[in-house]
């Protein structure tokens, strides 16, 4: 079994993508992050869900944590206001984390040890410089684990 | 709307569980990781997914990762075999990640503020110690930009 064999399709983004509509990728697949692409289709970075999460909180939240408990409750849509004019370019971190990129006929074990490395939540599975699908770890458990599931 | 108004349910682990059910929780949920609690249900970890999948990779491989691609195919029982003795305990890198820990009354911008700064992708919400449930960044990202998924 190959790494092409267990790839699941994936919703594309490109750095373009309105973050509003990344989030909402990641919320309706209960995804744990996104692949981004290039306008060519190759793949570039992951963009954890963390990181869209992080870019809802206010800048002097990030800089002072305890700021948020006085803050009181903030109306839903003004937390969605943080993203409403970013793209997909501005949630990404600097330096973005390594990509956890396998080739189609990568085996199992080094699908698992290339996730296990980055500790990343999902490897895109490309061949020809284009992304067959992704892998993620919940995935790959239920593969290994789940004769009777 | 505050932290207890957005827990989810979600399947308890303790330290002794064994590996393999902890995998198959993960999977069957398609979790990013799971909430290790203590025998009286006080949360003490979070296990990502991508740490379970760490332990099936075989020490020697993960001290040199290019000796993954020379294995070849490795049967999926034999990649299993190396969960079956083990327990969330075994699991667990040492030390720990912080845990992501809220309670029931504190508001979304702490939530996220805490996921953020943590890149936790679940936060474990508790009330006198016991956990109500867990938030996810997926969740949260369905809160906050999920008008019209």
Known sequence: MRARDIAEPYPVVGFGTPAVEAARLIARDRLPGLVVTDA??????????????RFMVPDYVQDDP??????GDVPIQQIRAE??????????????????????????????ALMARLRSPLCAVVDNGMVLGVVTAARLLELVCGDDL
């Open 66 to 71: 305890a700021l948020a408990g006085v803050l």
């Open 83 to 112: 993203l409403e004019d970013a793209t997909v370019a501005d949630l990404l971190s600097s330096p973005t984390p390594e990509l956890a990129l396998l080739h189609g006929d990568d085996t199992v074990v080094e699908l698992a």
């Open 40 to 53: 060519d289709g190759t793949p570039r970075a992951v963009l954890p869900a963390s990181e869209v999460v």
